[in-house]
């Protein structure tokens, strides 16, 4: 007690001196959580441009960098390049892999160069006699540049870019501290290199020449992903695995490379006959490096075969070579040219080593050829690379003077990296006769949900006072000058996952609180001056193409940003009026609409097999039923994904087109322009479909014709946001359905919640009281509980929110899927037909082993995914 006395009355120059260390902490608690935001936006990109120019210029100012470059490696092209923005256009920068520059060099040698001073030639030329320093930015700034740091971005060895830092002459350099820093996040930026290919140009070149095989259905598109990923890693030829890993033959790879280039297919065979005289003037290195070879002469024309004869420069290249324009070009694999050249040059070899001999002994007779089968590998074998240990280049500064290079720029669409592969995951069971789960699988588990449903997607905005703005998109018009503080709200909102962002004026009207709903939650965020909240709403309704004016007095529109990658922020706005003559503003961020495949929404093993056979009905409706934002239309989407085969027909309309899938026909209805879900639906009837799907069902019309159409064979898929199934089957009701054609038409209805899920670096393991397991058995029910096998011991255990800086001391990150089935069986067909009440009908489906949503919850709970918090906040309903 007398420490604490003797530290209250502290003297006040004593809690000065603390003043600056305190200060100093919360600087440094708030580095970290900066550098958290970096790595997780990083992680979470979508597409390198995102990286090369959004991301770069967070790092940059967080660093108090003068220019950050973040390169990409084109290995196709021996070339690294980036993005530069000046906000309304972006240009491409490209530098050769050579020695000629600072970045190119360390992607060459795989290490991390530091210069001191970018002037001090002779420090450069210690490095290496070609590498010099451009200095037109200097001259066009009027600042001297100063540090230079460049380090090799590695994954797994492999170089896929470069990291550089130039600092101003005699200004803030990079500390030992930073580096640290600096280090994690190169760490970060190779990953999602390598993560990238799959949605960049490089994965779709490597395998588009074989869509034939897709179409043809010899191998499936997910197949076809992961051997383009597997010859990135392993790097053999895609070909090659293809014939080794799915078995398809190699005349069905050349079908497939003929349908692509529109040439003739050519696959070796030992007798294939090799003309030497074509072959006497070419060096054996431009055959290799070039995958090219001249095969025969047929009327005056040379036949050569080529890996990709598509390629009018390499094309121009060999007939310069061959000194001809004369030339057809046939396609082959890429192996079967090399075993050519291998063999041209091995029996050539051998020839000439033998000759002395054969003329001593056949001097009058010519020498019989060589008749013998040589064994030669698909592929020559290149030799590992070996990847010296990382150092720094550190010469000694001396005299600057200066020295000019050229950059080589064009704004060209970019390869990108191949991904790794991410392996599958199987369904979570449900029901186990033992939980004996290791703490990194729950860990794993945890991880692989919290991004499944990241935002609230289903919101409702009135038609009436609705002002749609124009389509904006990276190649449209530059916007407005946007203010850098609206920017940053958002960016900041976007970033953290927020749905929604709140401008909620104090009663006083002198500050606006703003709030950002992450997960379901509203967290405070900061707090704006009146001056800047009247900008913000002017630049808003600008956007949103609103009236400046507060007539109407409730307004709503919708509005797009498009940031300097090209990436666009679609956005809905509304107005509300306040006291005090202010305006409550409202943005709700559309959430990035992805479709996941139904293996992945973390349905139970039960849920997914009930789903799955519901699914393979020929005729009926399937209502997904539950309150708005809670991922209704991603496992809409999930299903027809599931339904998704050329041999089905599937109509979709849809207020808002969120998630496109290819193979699906998708309306958009616009009931301002007369087009309504019961226009699009009857139509849709005569447009002979084997699936329709509604997004949502919003008047008793729009029910009927679904009735109607699963009654008429087809399979509907529709939802309907209503908080219990029983209130689903009553809204129906309500709606004028006849309980006859509901026992008919109907399915299944899947009742669902997003729960959220404990966030996977900081959660705590810890074994509960008797009194916790007690309320989890009762809860679940008690009958059920005992089914699952699991007895109170010293090794239960469950996990609890603990808060880390990954999740902002929350103790949660993301949200999964909780669900209940409801499937009409013809027991519960029957008691609907005989107008028994919904309730027991309800509680027949829970006594013939339907899985309520609480015990789904429960489940996921047992699985250290949640807490029985989140259980209860989420699952428990009242008056059930």
Sequence with gaps: MSKTGTFIKKSLKEEISEAPQVEELLKNLEFHKSIQRITSRINSSENIREILVDIKEDIRKLFNIYVLTIYVIDKGKKEIFTLQSDGIKTKEIRLPIDNTTFAGYVAKKKKMLHVSDAYNAREIRKINDALRFDDSLDEKTGILTGQIIASPILYDGIILGVMEIMNKKNGDTIDDYSHIFLDEIESCLAKAFFMLLDFDQAGHKRSERYEKLIHDGIITPEQMNYAVKASFTTKEDLATILMQRYDISKDEIGAALSDHFSFPFRAYS????????????????????????????????????????????KRREIEKMLETDSVIYEVALSSDILRLINRYYSENDEEMQAEPAVQQLFSEHPPVPDQRVLTRPETIAKPAIQIEPESVIVPEAEDASRTNVTFLSGITQAEALAPEPAPETAVQKHYRTEVKRSEESLQAAAIFLRDIFPKDADHDIPDEHVVASP???????????????????????????????????????????????????????????????????????????????????????????????????????????????????????????????????????????????????????????????????????????????????????????????????????????????????????NADPDVIAASRIVDAETAGICMEASLKRH????????????????????????????????????????????????????????????????????????????????????????????????????????????????????????????ESIYQAAVANGMTTLLQDGISKVLLGLSDQKQVKLTCVRNNV
């Design 715 to 838: 399979l509907v898929i529709s939802t309907l946001r209503t908080d219990h199934i029983i209130d689903a089957m009553e809204t129906c009701l309500d709606m004028g359905i006849n309980r006859l054609v509901l026992a008919d038409a109907m399915l299944s209805i899947v009742e669902q919640r997003l729960m959220k899920t404990l966030c996977p670096k900081c959660k705590e393991k810890y074994h509960p009281g008797r009194e916790e397991y007690e309320e989890l058995a009762q809860m679940y029910g008690k009958e059920a509980f005992e089914k699952l096998n699991i007895p109170y011991t010293n090794h239960f255990h469950l996990f609890r929110p603990r808060g880390c800086d990954a999740c902002g001391q929350t103790g949660y990150g993301g949200r999964l899927c909780v669900s209940e089935i409801f499937i009409f069986t013809r027991d519960i067909k029957r008691m609907i037909r005989r107008d028994e009440n919904i």
């Design 270 to 313: 030992d007798d294939l006959p090799v003309i030497r005289d074509l072959l006497s003037s070419l060096d054996k290195s431009s055959l290799v490096d070039m995958l090219w070879f001249p095969l025969n002469v047929v009327k005056g024309k040379i036949h050569v075969l080529v890996e990709d004869p598509s390629n009018l420069t």
């Design 471 to 685: 389509d904006v998109t990276a190649a449209s018009v530059p916007q407005p000058h946007i203010l850098p503080l609206f920017t940053d709200i958002i960016y900041d909102a976007y970033n953290r996952r927020g749905s929604d962002i709140h401008f909620e004026p104090d009663a006083a009207g002198k500050t606006i609180h703003l709030r950002i709903r992450v997960d379901g939650q509203c967290l405070k965020n900061k707090t704006i001056t009146i001056e800047e909240y009247e900008m913000i709403v002017d630049q808003v309704k600008q956007l949103a193409n609103l009236s400046g004016t507060r007539q109407p007095p409730i307004q709503h529109g919708n509005l797009t940003l498009t940031r300097p990658s090209g990436n666009a922020i679609h956005m809905r706005v509304t107005f509300i009026p306040t006291h005090a003559g202010l305006e409550d503003m409202v943005i709700h961020i559309s959430a990035k609409a992805k479709k996941i495949p139904l293996e992945l929404l973390g349905l139970s093993e039960n849920n997914y097999k009930e789903l799955v056979n519901i699914l393979q009905q020929p005729r009926g409706m399937i209502l997904i039923a539950g309150p708005a934002g809670a991922g209704m239309n991603t496992t809409l989407h999930a299903c027809l994904d599931n339904l998704n085969t050329p041999e089905k027909k599937i109509w979709t309309a849809e207020e808002s087109i969120e998630i496109t899938q290819n193979g699906l026909r998708q309306v958009h209805v616009d009931p301002r322009k007369g087009f309504d879900f019961p226009s699009v639906l009857r139509s849709f009837l």
